[in-house]
C-alpha cells in the first residue's frame, strides 16, 4: 500500500500492516466524531508516525497513492471536513 502524507511525500506499507493501519485511522475518526481536539493531536501524529515507519518511497519515483493523508499541521476543522465514516484511509 502507498501512502501519501501531503507536503512530505510518500511511503509504502506492507500488506500485513493495513489492518495495524485501520485500527490507527478508526481511532483518529473517534477523536474527530468527539471533537477531541487532544485525542485528535494524538491520534493523528500516531497516523502519520504508522504511516511513516514503512519505507519512504523516493521522491524521483512516483506511484499511484492508495491513501493521501492531510499534512501534519491539519486541525481538527480541517479534519472533520475530510474524514467519512471510514476515517481517512478507506478500508
Do not use: C, Y
Amino acid at each position: 500500500m502507498i501512502i501519501r502524507i501531503m507536503g512530505e511525500g510518500q511511503w509504502q506499507l506492507a500488506d500485513e500492516k493495513v489492518d495495524q493501519l485501520n485500527a490507527v485511522d478508526g481511532e483518529l475518526e473517534k477523536a474527530v466524531s468527539a471533537g477531541d481536539e487532544e485525542g485528535f493531536r494524538t491520534a493523528f501524529a500516531a497516523l502519520l508516525d504508522f504511516v511513516r515507519s514503512g519505507e519512504k518511497v523516493p521522491d524521483e519515483v512516483l506511484h499511484d497513492s492508495d491513501a493521501i493523508l492531510p499534512p501534519s499541521d491539519s486541525s481538527l476543522s480541517e479534519m472533520r471536513e475530510l474524514i467519512s465514516g471510514d476515517g481517512l484511509i478507506a478500508g
